[in-house]
């Protein structure tokens, strides 16, 4: 069956920007995640971190460690726990070919942004390599570097 990747069907929910000061990005999936009802409609309300978040293999099976996703209001007594181990949907072939790579030196999973792909929850999750001190401190250079740029064009135009 071939699916088109609509981009407008994608209503994203959270964003984890820290990820891309901490790590180099390597490779982005797509994986779903086994979710309760009210952890659901928690979601649609934006109510989730991915600050802390990070992904792990057990047993070969995929968890999504401190995600938050706050309490549902309505639930009452039959509401989740928000920093609860989320399992992870990927496809066993997929799962090898993560296992693996995350077994190489310094690798590790971590979760971009969560979304949802009409009526299904989703987390881009990135195979990562965690930054230096020196890294952060060039990346944060050339960021000031293309702002002051961009700054001093924009006077020039102007005047």
Same mark, same amino acid.
């Given at each position: ?6 981009? *407008?069907?994608? /209503?994203?929910?959270? /964003?984890?920007?820290? %990820?891309?000061?901490?790590? #180099?990005?390597?490779?982005? /999936?797509? $994986?779903?995640? *086994? !979710? &309760? +009802? ?15 978040? =990070?992904? $792990? ?5 995929? =968890? !999504? ?20 181990? &989320?399992? !992870?949907?990927? #496809?066993?072939?997929?799962? @090898?070919?993560? %296992? +693996?790579?995350?077994? *190489? ?9 969560? =979304?949802?792909? +009409?009526? =299904?929850?989703?987390?881009? !999750?990135?195979?990562? &390599? ?11 250079? @050339? ?11 924009? *006077?020039?135009?102007? +005047?």
């Amino acid at each position: 069956m071939n699916r088109k990747t609509n981009e *407008e069907d994608i /209503t994203v929910v959270t /964003t984890n920007r820290k %990820a891309f000061h901490l790590y #180099h990005v390597i490779e982005k /999936t797509e $994986a779903g995640m *086994e !979710l &309760r +009802g009210t952890e659901v409609k928690s979601l649609r309300e934006r109510k989730a971190n991915l600050v802390d978040a =990070y992904a $792990a293999f057990v047993n070969e099976e995929l =968890y !999504l460690y401190k995600m938050h996703i706050g309490v549902y209001e309505q639930a009452d007594q039959y509401n989740h726990d928000p920093t609860r181990r &989320r399992k !992870l949907l990927l #496809h066993k072939h997929q799962l @090898r070919k993560l %296992a +693996g790579k995350v077994r *190489e030196k310094g690798l590790t999973l971590v979760p971009l942004r969560v =979304y949802f792909r +009409g009526p =299904y929850a989703k987390v881009e !999750l990135a195979l990562a &390599r965690g930054k230096r001190a020196f890294d952060k401190r060039e990346a944060i250079a @050339r960021r000031d570097r293309d702002r002051d740029m961009q700054r001093a064009i924009k *006077e020039r135009k102007r +005047g």
